[in-house]
């Protein structure tokens, strides 16, 4: 045993002058770079909320609902051992002077935080970590609120009705929520504070939240309390189960991520395949000469695996390495959007990382490595014999397995990784035709090109040829680079172009501002300052928070279908309305509105639930239709309605939309505040603003625009983490382009070699190669193009709802820019084969 590992360590060595090890090397490298990089990045994510749980979420129990808690929970939890912690969270307009702008309000009490620590500056210069929250009477920002109202510490600021002192700058807060969902600035105030500012009115939208804390025991003992609180539509979020996450945004990017990686990781593995047929070619006369000394195909076969198993592992070392620099990259373009300060990385990424270096060489090298087993003694006296290569059905089929065994261990998802699998080689073959009959277009036009005869002319038909004498190998390298092409092309045109052509096709009316919580008693005021000043508005909407509290007479989570029991409609209070007509952008699909010809209302009677209409995608989402009922608990009430109407809603409208609207005479009597939006030049109507807070500090304004380009700035920091994933799909793809001319490596020397007998000089000899790698890339970029058109179009049609547009400045940039980026990096790494004398080109004939 160990003269097989001396031996196989001086075989490596003594192979790491071979270009084709060099291939296998880098390929390897780049696969673990990719995993890695996304492994030790999520590791941090997942291990960093596990680690924090009770501080992410404020405690260890959390409830939530949109009225205050009665006093006898309090008792009750009290009783049970646990310490408590009263929190309530709004949106309001906060203003100094005439700067104003709208912040989450977090409204906590004196036993803020029950975990960790606020890490604030308190205007000294040094940041210091508080058990605590502001005092009575004054505020902490964050320091964008701070920025955008020009404010600091020791300044005040106008909360609702009261004047409050900032005392402080937020630098992180241990419950910080993380993701996409908010994206106001924070204001920390005390709960002593709250009605003062006169932002408590009936109506309002206001989260109550209760949060605990307390020994394993204790939050044990009251299980059977969290889940009738649960039953009776309090959301209720234990640490034992409810682990925070990162917000779905962000969750997606992550998946993004790892697809991006294993794209890597799959070009990768098209890379070593290529390899390890040169590598194998270059043994077999070895592989012979061993037999003929009387090894066994066991101890071939241990020797070989052997070496691979000490290339895999070095490659795994460096492509640690890399992953480790990719995910420093990873944190730092992310770190805004995270809601804590992540552990070091542990071991499990670079255990992984590991195992797919050997998977893939496994998966996309084992079969092809069987041929050293099976060569014969004899081949050292007649070289023909060499063993037969390895059916391509099984190099693919075992690649697909070995592939669909990495998606399944990264995504922890069988069903998706299934269909990611099949409809991946559903997608190659569908690819490899469409790829066969463009190469063919291309070299056929460049064939026959009609240019005056020359040296160029010349190196382009002979540059032609020579890709089409290689066709398979060809297409293998095109759809790589066109797949990575059209994933850096698809990118750009989300984050430079589906957001600004959404925005171009709405309309010229289209709100841009929404003000919500208008009191009953503001309504005719509000309306008429308004009038007249802005360009268009919508009606007045009144909303109602009720909570849906069963259908059917069941409780929802064991109602609707199991995929969708954590749908968000069941996590929170919905905004109910009432209209005696149909809103505007709203158009009934099934069934009839509430009032029939005569105006009298349809169903609904003292002893029957009162009509409603449902908005459809709601209701597909709870597997409810017409004839159901709905029951939604408002205050202490419960009011139920049956299902007389189906609504599609236009989402993209800009204008209030209701999921559930109900007959006027029903909702009125509950508290409810009012919803209207409008159409506003902020930069030419600033007095208005002003004018509408200081007249109503309890009405918030909500800045489409402003939250647009906040969205706008989330996605070009996103794309820019992604776009560090794909320069190591793009190296990938590159190494693919290396195997090929490794592989590939005889052929091309013995041309050369060819050409040279025949009176070819290095000129024209460089620019037959410069051609060929440029056809290459230029096939590449219309193929690419191609695919981020469809993939484009996609996007408009099934995301944004818009008509497909002609990208014209991708079919320019990518096939040139494929040609010159192919047509560069192919040259430089087949100088090599230049240089070679013809009499050395013509030695090569038997291995070509």
Not at 244 to 259: C, D, F, H, I, N
Not at 321 to 326: F, K, M, N, R, S
Not at 733 to 741: E, F, K, P, R, T
Request: proline share 4%; glycine share 10%.
């Amino acid at each position: 045993m160990n003269g097989m590992l001396g031996l196989s360590l001086k075989g490596l060595r003594r192979d790491l002058r071979a270009s084709d090890v060099r291939a296998l090397f880098i390929a390897l490298a780049l696969a673990v770079a990719a995993s890695t990089m996304i492994g030790f990045f999520l590791d941090r994510l997942d291990r960093g909320l596990t680690r924090q749980a009770g501080q992410l979420m404020g405690g260890d129990i959390k409830l939530e609902q949109g009225q205050p808690f009665d006093e006898s929970l309090y008792q009750t939890l009290r009783d049970a051992g646990l310490t408590l912690a009263d929190q309530v969270d709004m949106v309001s307009m906060i203003s100094r002077g005439e700067a104003f702008q709208l912040a989450s309000l977090k409204v906590i009490d004196a036993a803020y935080p029950l975990y960790g620590e606020v890490r604030v500056d308190l205007g000294d210069g040094q940041i210091s970590q508080l058990p605590r929250g502001p005092e009575p009477g004054s505020v902490w920002i964050a320091p964008r609120l701070a920025q955008l109202l020009g404010v600091g510490v020791g300044d005040s600021v106008q909360v609702g009705q009261a004047e409050l002192t900032v005392s402080g700058l937020i630098e992180r807060e241990p419950d910080q929520s993380a993701g996409f969902s908010s994206f106001n600035p924070r204001l920390m105030m005390r709960i002593a504070d709250l009605d003062a500012t006169g932002l408590v009115r009936p109506g309002s939208r206001i989260e109550y939240e209760l949060l605990a804390k307390g020994p394993p025991e204790a939050v044990a003992g009251v299980d059977a309390l969290l889940e009738r609180l649960a039953g009776e539509g309090v959301d209720v979020e234990d640490v034992r189960d409810d682990r925070p996450q990162l917000g779905s945004a962000l969750e997606r990017a992550e998946k993004y991520l790892s697809l991006a990686g294993l794209a890597a990781v799959l070009l990768a593995g098209v890379a070593v395949a290529m390899a390890t047929r040169r590598y194998v070619d270059r043994h077999l006369d070895t592989a012979a000469l061993l037999r003929c000394f009387g090894a066994t195909q066991s101890q071939l076969s241990s020797l070989f695996a052997w070496q691979l198993l000490w290339l895999a592992l070095s490659a795994s070392a460096l492509g640690a390495l890399l992953g480790l620099a990719g995910q420093a990259g990873l944190l730092a373009l992310l770190a805004q959007f995270l809601p804590m300060e992540l552990p070091p990385p542990g071991l499990l990424p670079l255990l992984m990382g590991i195992l797919t270096a050997l998977a893939v060489l496994v998966g996309f090298a084992g079969p092809t490595l069987l041929r050293l087993k099976r060569v014969s003694a004899l081949k050292v006296l007649r070289r023909e014999l060499d063993p037969l290569p390895a059916s391509a059905w099984l190099v693919v089929a075992v690649a697909s397995l070995v592939f669909g065994a990495l998606l399944w261990l990264y995504s922890g998802d069988l069903a998706l990784s299934a269909g990611l699998l099949v409809g991946g080689l559903i997608a190659l073959a569908l690819l490899w035709g469409l790829g066969g009959l463009l190469l063919g277009l291309v070299l056929r036009l460049a064939g026959r090109s009609s240019v005056a005869s020359g040296s160029f002319a010349q190196a382009l038909r002979l540059g032609a040829r020579q890709l089409a004498r290689r066709r398979q190998a060809s297409l293998g390298q095109l759809l790589a680079f066109a797949v990575t092409f059209a994933a850096m092309a698809i990118i750009t045109l989300v984050r430079g172009d589906l957001l600004s052509a959404w925005q171009a096709q709405l309309p010229t009316d289209t709100p841009n501002y929404f003000a919500i919580n208008i009191q009953p008693g503001e309504r005719d005021g509000f309306v008429q300052l308004l009038d007249g000043a802005v360009d268009a508005r919508t009606a007045l909407y009144p909303m109602v928070r009720g909570r849906l509290t069963a259908i059917n007479g069941d409780q929802p989570r064991e109602a609707v279908p199991e995929e969708n029991r954590g749908d968000n409609a069941l996590q929170r209070e919905l905004n109910l309305t009432w209209r005696a007509d149909v809103p505007e952008g709203n158009r009934v699909v099934a069934g009839e509105w509430f009032a029939d010809d005569s105006g009298e209302p349809v169903g609904g009677d003292s002893e029957r639930p009162v009509p409603i209409s449902v908005e459809n995608g709601l209701a597909e989402r709870l597997g409810v239709g017409l004839g159901d009922t709905l029951s939604f608990t408002i205050g202490s009430d419960r009011v139920t309605g049956e299902i007389t109407s189906l609504r599609d809603l236009d989402w993209d409208s800009f204008r209030p939309n209701f999921f559930v609207i109900f007959p006027p005479g029903v909702l009125e009597r509950y508290g409810h505040s009012y919803i209207t939006a409008f159409k506003l030049d902020a930069s030419e109507n600033r007095d208005l603003l002003r004018r509408v807070v200081e007249a109503y500090p309890g009405v918030s304004l909500l800045n489409v625009d402003a939250i647009l380009e906040r969205v706008r700035e989330l996605l070009a920091q996103v794309t820019r983490a992604v776009e560090l994933v794909l320069i190591f799909v793009l190296l990938a793809g590159i190494s693919v382009l290396y195997a090929a001319l490794t592989a590939s490596h005889s052929l091309r020397t013995h041309e050369s070699g060819l050409l040279r007998v025949f009176g070819a000089g290095d000129r024209l000899i460089s620019r037959i190669q410069g051609v060929e790698f440029a056809l290459l890339g230029l096939t590449s970029g219309l193929m690419g193009a191609l695919l981020a058109e469809l993939a484009a179009a996609g996007v408009y049609v099934g995301w944004l709802d818009l008509a497909p547009r002609l990208h014209l400045t991708l079919w320019l940039v990518l096939p040139l820019g494929g040609a010159l980026l192919i047509g560069v990096i192919g040259h430089l790494l087949s100088r090599g084969v230049r240089r070679q004398t013809p009499m050395a080109s013509l030695g090569l004939l038997g291995e070509a």
